[in-house]
C-alpha cells in the first residue's frame, strides 16, 4: 500500500468531537417542527456548555482516519465518497443533541436555517464560526466560509493526494443535519486552502424541501 505522510502538530485549545457507535445503521426518522421554547442560547455559550477534548486529540483523530481511507481505498475520489458519508451519518445524528441544546425551534426558511448552522452548529460543535455569503436570487443557494478551520491545523498533504477533500467530512455533515429538518441539499467545495485559495468555501444548494406534515 502507498504511504501517504499526511503531518500534524498540536494547538492548544478544546473542540467538541461526536461519534457515532454504529455508522453504518440507517439514519433516524426527519425530526418534525418544534414548538418555540425559549431564547435560543448564543454560540458562545453553546460551545461552553458541551464536554470537549483536546485539540491536538481532535485533529490526529482525523487525520489517522483520512490516512487509513487512503491506504486502504488507494483512489482519492473513493476516499472523498467515504468521507461525505461519514460526515452524513454523523450529520443525521446531531440534529438532536443540537436542538435540545440550543433552544432553536422552527426556522423560517433556508436562509434562517443556514445563518442558524454558521452561528450556532458550527461554533458548538467545532469551536468556531462560518459565514453565510452569496446568496442567489431565489434564496435557495449559500456558501459557507471557513477562515478558521480546526481540522486542517497543521496538516500537510504530499503532491499524491492531488484531488483529496480532506474536509469532506464537513460537507456531509451539514448535507445529513439538513435532510433530518426536511430539506435535501447539494453540497461541493468550491474553495479550499490546499488548492491555495484563501478560506474553506462550501456551496450549499437547497434541492428539495420536504412539506411538513
Not at 102 to 124: H, P, Q, Y
Request: include cysteine; glycine fraction near 6%.
Amino acid at each position: 500500500s502507498p504511504n501517504w505522510p499526511i503531518t500534524h502538530y498540536s494547538r492548544p485549545a478544546t473542540l467538541r468531537v461526536v461519534l457515532s457507535s454504529d455508522l453504518s445503521r440507517p439514519p433516524p426518522a426527519p425530526i418534525s417542527a418544534m414548538p418555540p421554547l425559549t431564547t435560543p442560547k448564543s454560540g458562545d455559550a453553546l460551545f461552553a456548555s458541551v464536554e470537549r477534548v483536546n485539540a491536538e486529540l481532535f485533529t490526529l483523530t482525523y487525520g489517522a482516519i483520512v490516512r487509513q481511507l487512503l491506504t486502504d481505498l488507494e483512489e482519492v475520489e473513493e476516499v472523498n465518497k467515504q468521507l461525505d458519508q461519514m460526515g452524513y451519518n454523523i450529520g443525521t445524528r446531531l440534529v438532536d443533541e443540537f436542538l435540545a441544546k440550543s433552544n432553536v425551534s422552527n426556522c423560517a426558511d433556508f436562509k434562517e436555517t443556514a445563518d442558524t448552522i454558521a452561528k450556532l452548529g458550527f461554533k458548538m460543535f467545532l469551536g468556531v464560526t462560518a459565514t453565510v455569503t452569496n446568496w442567489d436570487a431565489e434564496g435557495t443557494t449559500c456558501s459557507f466560509v471557513l477562515e478558521d478551520n480546526p481540522l486542517v491545523d497543521f496538516v500537510e498533504l504530499p503532491d499524491t493526494c492531488q484531488g483529496l477533500q480532506y474536509c469532506n467530512v464537513l460537507s456531509g455533515v451539514i448535507r445529513g443535519a439538513l435532510e433530518m429538518v426536511s430539506m435535501k441539499t447539494e453540497v461541493t467545495w468550491v474553495r479550499d486552502m490546499f488548492r491555495g485559495d484563501d478560506a474553506y468555501e462550501m456551496r450549499v444548494k437547497l434541492t428539495k424541501q420536504v412539506p411538513e406534515e
